[in-house]
């Protein structure tokens, strides 16, 4: 069991970053803390060690409803082609939740360059084994990426190594402007609320 002050250290550094952590009961949980702690510090300003520290070698990050990659090289250079495209990203983590091998982070990014109000919820399952992180599960809303993200070119660039879950959606969702996926997305809500015609009575 870890001690009190050992609680206390790790809830305090995820506090730095405004995170607060839920119940912590093994030394496991408190390691994989610390794991996710020191993600969320380096998320913001260094993704390059972030990966190379917090993460496998062999990792799998699953984006849902996008599209799944494996290991460091990718996972760098995804990173580098986001912070190309978003150099003011920020990643705030609102709550920490430890259960055995799995850290849940719940979190908002935010992006000055998008203006002061811009923000987008985001959820992360982070499953973790001797301290680092081997599947990363992101659930967020893609279409608030910076677009055009995953065009040929940037992949090419980036040596970016993508398994897309839904081609057809997530290429258009990463190779369309965000702005004119919202604006189709809307389009369509209404025309699937639109009631059809009535039924024009027998003569």
């Known amino acids: 069991m870890p001690t ?8 305090l ?3 730095e970053y405004g995170a607060t952590i839920v119940s912590v009961f093994t030394d496991e949980e408190v390691r994989n803390l610390r794991t996710a702690v020191r993600w969320g510090e380096l998320y913001n300003c260094d993704a390059t060690q972030m990966v190379k520290e917090c993460y496998a070698p062999d990792c799998r990050v699953e984006v849902k409803g996008a599209f799944t990659y494996h290991g460091h090289g990718t996972f760098v250079g995804l990173e580098k082609a986001i912070h190309q495209a978003a150099p003011q990203r920020h ?3 609102e709550r920490l939740i430890a259960v055995g091998n799995i850290v849940v982070c719940q979190g908002i990014l935010t992006d000055q360059g998008r203006g002061e109000g811009w923000s987008s919820p985001f959820c992360v399952v ?13 659930y967020m809303d893609i279409t608030q990426w910076p677009s055009p993200l995953m065009t040929p070119s940037v992949m090419k660039e980036f040596g970016l190594e993508l398994e897309f879950q839904r081609p057809s959606l997530a290429l258009a969702v990463f190779a ?3 702005v004119i996926t919202r604006k189709l997305s809307h389009a369509f809500h209404r025309l699937s609320r639109r009631r059809p015609p009535a039924a024009r009575p027998a003569l």
């Open 176 to 178: 369309v402007p965000a």
């Open 91 to 93: 990643g705030g983590a």
């Open 4 to 11: 009190q002050t050992e609680i206390d250290e790790i809830t």
């Open 13 to 15: 550094a995820a506090a």
């Open 126 to 138: 982070l499953t973790l084994e001797d301290g680092k992180v081997v599947l990363d599960q992101t």
